[in-house]
């Protein structure tokens, strides 16, 4: 391994940016080229440490109106973040198993979003202690019971205005377990920060997301207090 693994607190705006315009670089590449690119030697140093990245991939429909098209990583530091993004990139057009592959028509009809991860975290035995230490907008979750696993990442919760059960539930059935498997000591659940910039639109500019504040902005537009709705979880 080269390095410390990044810890998405370290990546700046300017980082961020690079590797949402350095994804569509890498799809527009294997569409004219046949093959992917090889990584850039003048890349920054600290995006050849390793790191845990997702790529997701939407179909744009106007503001606020967007519908996934593809969305794998790589969930462990175990190379150079900057091929962890080249890998997960195509790995999302053309191997996510709930859609067809891409189709190079569609380039200037997606966004492209790119979620760089930190370490695992234990929750805790207890289900209170599972709740009680998920922040959503802040955390993804991982559920492990093997041989299943599954993860969502932060965005998920933020995107589906969830609480920290549902969150929790539908983490496991992403496992392809049972809903209530968290309550379960015998399955192990983590919490991982992430740090998320994507395209406003597509070939657009690029914006970092504050999930934590869509989250609130999302509450508030419900009728819901923020405070009180997520002390009462």
Wanted: include cysteine; glycine fraction near 8%; charge should be negative.
């Amino acid at each position: 391994m080269l390095g410390k693994p990044v810890d998405p607190e370290e990546l700046s705006h300017r980082h961020g940016e690079y590797l949402v315009k350095f994804a569509r670089r890498v799809l527009e590449h294997y569409f004219k080229e046949g093959r992917p690119p090889t990584p850039p030697a003048n890349v920054n140093p600290l995006l050849k440490r390793p790191g845990a990245v997702f790529v997701t991939i939407e179909t744009y429909y106007g503001e606020g109106k967007r519908e996934l098209r593809g969305c794998i990583g790589v969930t462990r530091p175990v190379k150079p973040l900057i091929e962890a993004v080249i890998d997960s990139t195509l790995n999302s057009a053309f191997n996510d198993p709930r859609f067809p592959p891409m189709e190079e028509y569609e380039l200037d009809q997606v966004t492209f979003e790119v979620s760089v991860l930190s370490d695992y975290e234990y929750l805790g035995d207890t289900p209170g202690e599972r709740r009680g230490n998920i922040l959503i907008g802040r955390d993804g979750l991982v559920v492990e019971r093997p041989p299943y696993a599954g993860l969502l990442l932060p965005s998920v919760p933020v995107d589906e205005v969830w609480d920290r059960t549902t969150f929790l539930s539908e983490t496991c059935i992403k496992a392809g377990l049972w809903p209530d498997c968290w309550l379960d000591k015998a399955t192990r659940v983590y919490r991982f920060r992430a740090r998320v910039w994507r395209e406003k639109y597509p070939m657009g500019p690029v914006e970092y997301r504050s999930l934590r504040d869509e989250y609130h902005a999302k509450l508030i537009k419900l009728g819901i207090k923020p405070d009180l709705f997520e002390e009462a979880l």
